[in-house]
């Protein structure tokens, strides 16, 4: 096993560096829905920030923007304004819009459509400022049109409350293509959060997500199951424990069982090792089935709240690899270095040397008395 090895493991791992900001995130696949008529599926990810060497990872598979209004009766117009809202083609949309502006805005590939939203508030609470931007109204919803023919409908959920910390947040509803069809979102919410337990398509449940919601900082997945009651069900399930979090794929395949990734945070890094569990086969000589796995090691380091290093490890390599960042103000230097392992047979034979020289000392000392 060569070095091209270790870089291809690396230059693949689910652990993803951003090589401007130093943000590093846990990103693992899960599969594509929709695409068949437009063109443009939307891409489903299981992942979490990690910050540094002391937090395990929340894990989350679709985000939230969040929305807020401005003026009202005694201003000359009604305003939304959208931050960070999740687009089926992978980015996010901030944009606002009023009442004097037609209602929408147009972006790159789309427009953003409020006139629901918009006239819906301007008529209940058309008398008070303070109700227009500030109180909860059932069932208020904008559009974002697409130029591949995708519409998005989205809810704008919450109140804004003075004093909150967090603005009151906009969950996707819909996803249709131009033909009709598309996806409905089932969504949770708690402890002013949001999680999706159920995606549904034209003929039924294409996605389930189970959640625990007793940790009051953020709810932990528990299980994901993509494709459900069907032979391309791809299913994640996550066990938590005080220093480590351990998430298990399984999906059909002819040759793999299941893939495990364990996350467990140090003193001043955190290590994932990911396992592959090859189905196991009869062998020749005894009854039983013998099982193979092989498995990655990586570790990671932080120099403040940016990432630091980068280290990998396979099990038939006698070297590791290691990406190192230097962060510095408008540059960033990226350097890739290889070091040899200390041998295990080297590790051996000393042990086995200090051994008997400790026999043989302690023979001389009887001979002595």
């Known amino acids: 096993m060569d070095i091209a090895e270790l870089k291809l493991a690396l230059d693949n791992s689910c652990l993803e560096i951003d090589k401007f900001s130093g943000n590093c995130q846990i990103k693992l696949p899960m599969g594509e829905l929709l695409g068949q008529i437009n063109g443009v599926p939307l891409k489903l990810e299981l992942k979490g920030q990690l910050h540094d060497s002391s937090k395990l990872p929340t894990l989350n598979f679709y985000d939230v923007g969040t929305w807020r209004m401005s003026g009202g009766s005694s201003y000359d117009k009604y305003e939304i304004h ?15 819009t009023d009442d004097k502006g037609s209602h929408s805005a147009v972006g790159p590939g789309y427009v953003f459509d409020a006139t629901r939203i918009l006239t819906m508030r301007k008529n209940a609470f058309k008398d008070t400022i ?19 023919g995708i519409a998005e409908i989205f809810d704008c959920v919450g109140e804004r409350t003075k004093g909150a910390s967090e603005p009151p947040l906009v969950l996707t509803r819909e996803i249709l293509e131009s033909n009709g069809k598309g996806l409905k979102f089932t969504w949770h919410t708690e402890n002013g959060d949001a999680r999706i337990t159920e995606i549904q398509d034209s003929i039924g449940t294409v996605l ?7 940790d009051k ?13 069907s032979h391309e069900a791809v299913q994640y399930d996550c066990r938590y424990e005080d ?20 996350l467990e945070t140090g003193a001043d890094h955190i290590k994932m090792r990911t396992t592959t569990h090859f189905k196991k086969k009869n062998s020749d000589i005894q009854t039983s089935k013998i099982e193979f796995n092989r498995h990655i090691d990586e570790t990671l380091t932080w120099k403040g709240d940016k990432t630091k290093t980068h280290t990998i490890e396979l099990p038939d390599s006698t070297a ?19 070091e040899q392992k200390p041998s295990t047979q080297t590790s051996e034979a000393k042990t086995t040397s200090q051994s008997r020289e400790r026999r043989d000392t302690r023979r001389r000392n009887l001979q002595t008395q």
């Open 208 to 214: 389930t997500a189970r959640w625990d919601w007793s």
């Open 320 to 338: 590791r690899l290691t990406r190192t960042w230097n962060w510095q103000k408008n540059v960033t230097h990226i350097t890739l270095a290889s």
């Open 243 to 262: 220093d480590a979090l351990e998430v298990s794929l399984t999906k059909q395949h002819p040759f793999l069982d299941k893939t495990v990734y364990r």
């Open 130 to 148: 303070y109700e227009f931007q500030q109180k909860p109204l059932k069932d208020q919803t904008f559009t974002v049109m697409h130029t591949t």
């Open 82 to 96: 959208v931050s960070d809202v999740p687009l089926v083609n992978g980015s996010s949309m901030s944009a606002n």
């Open 217 to 229: 900082q953020a709810p932990k997945l528990s299980q994901l199951v993509l494709y459900p009651n």
